[in-house]
C-alpha cells in the first residue's frame, strides 16, 4: 500500500509569491495534517482536517490556509511568502483520533 | 511553544552498544509516539504507547512511558550504523478536539563503525 505522498518535492519562490503544497493520505485514512519543520526544530503543527472540515489551527498566520477534498486529499496554501516560511513542510495522515500519524516526505519550499 | 523535551540533545555511540533517549512533557496526554528522520527527510513513525500502557516493544526498539514523571525514553538495542538520525517524540495534545502533536527538538543520534 503506498504511504503518505506529497507534492513537490523541492519548490523555490520569491517573496511576496503563493504556494500551494499537496497532500494525498493513506488510502481509508480520513484525517490529514500539516506541521511546518524549520531546520534545526522539531515539527510545529499548523492544521488538522478529518472528514473535510477543519478541526485545529496552530498558532500561525492568515497567509496559512488549508482545504480537504471529497477523497481526503488536501492543500496548503501559503500567501505573500516571507523569508521566514522557508522550511520542510510535512503532512501526516491519520485512521482516526489519538491513532498513529504517518507523515509523507516532506516539501522543502525555499523562499528567496 | 514545544511540550516535549528530549534529552540528551546528541549522542554518539558505537555500532552494536544500546542507545537510549529520553523525553519529557508538561501535560496530560493521550499517547507519545517515537518517530525517526534522516537528514531532513519525512517522519518515520516507530511505535506508539498509550497513557495506559507502561511498556512496549518493537523489534530492536523499547519504549517506556511514566505519566506520574511525564516522562519517556526510546532504547534502541544493538546498534546499526542505518540508526544514525534524528529521533522525536510527539505527544498529542486535545486542543478544542483536534489530534494535535507537540513535538520535542529532538536527539541527534550518531552510530560511529
Known amino acids: 500500500d503506498a504511504g503518505v505522498t506529497q507534492s513537490p518535492t523541492h519548490l523555490i519562490k520569491t517573496r511576496g509569491q503563493h504556494v500551494t503544497l499537496r497532500c494525498s493520505p493513506i488510502?481509508?485514512?480520513?484525517?490529514v495534517s500539516w506541521y511546518q519543520q524549520v531546520l534545526g526544530q522539531g515539527p510545529q503543527f499548523i492544521f488538522q482536517?478529518?472528514?473535510?472540515?477543519?478541526?485545529g489551527r496552530g498558532n500561525f498566520p492568515d497567509r496559512f490556509s488549508a482545504r480537504q477534498f471529497p477523497n481526503y486529499s488536501s492543500e496548503l496554501n501559503v500567501n505573500a511568502l516571507l523569508l521566514g516560511d522557508s522550511a520542510l513542510y510535512l503532512c501526516?495522515?491519520?485512521?482516526?483520533?489519538?491513532?498513529?500519524?504517518?507523515f509523507g516526505p516532506g516539501t522543502r519550499l525555499t523562499v528567496l | 511553544s514545544q511540550q516535549g523535551e528530549e534529552d540528551p540533545q546528541a549522542l554518539s555511540i558505537q555500532e552494536g552498544e544500546n542507545a537510549t533517549m529520553n523525553c519529557s512533557y508538561k501535560?496530560?496526554?493521550?499517547?507519545l509516539q517515537w518517530y525517526r528522520q534522516n537528514s531532513g527527510r519525512g517522519l518515520v513513525h516507530l511505535i506508539l504507547?498509550?497513557?495506559?500502557?507502561r511498556e512496549k516493544h518493537s523489534g530492536r526498539l523499547r519504549v517506556t512511558l511514566d505519566t506520574s514523571k511525564k516522562s519517556s525514553s526510546l532504547l534502541i538495542t544493538a546498534s546499526r550504523a542505518a540508526d544514525t538520525a534524528s529521533y522525536f517524540c510527539?505527544?498529542?495534545?486535545?486542543?478544542?478536539?483536534?489530534?494535535?502533536?507537540?513535538f520535542g527538538q529532538g536527539t541527534r543520534l550518531t552510530i560511529n563503525p
Open positions: 501526516a495522515s491519520s485512521s482516526g483520533f489519538y491513532n498513529e500519524q504517518f
Open positions: 488510502s481509508g485514512h480520513k484525517s
Open positions: 482536517y478529518y472528514e473535510k472540515e477543519e478541526r
Open positions: 501535560t496530560s496526554i493521550n499517547n
Open positions: 504507547i498509550r497513557s495506559n500502557e
Open positions: 510527539a505527544t498529542d495534545a486535545k486542543d478544542q478536539g483536534a489530534q494535535k502533536l507537540v
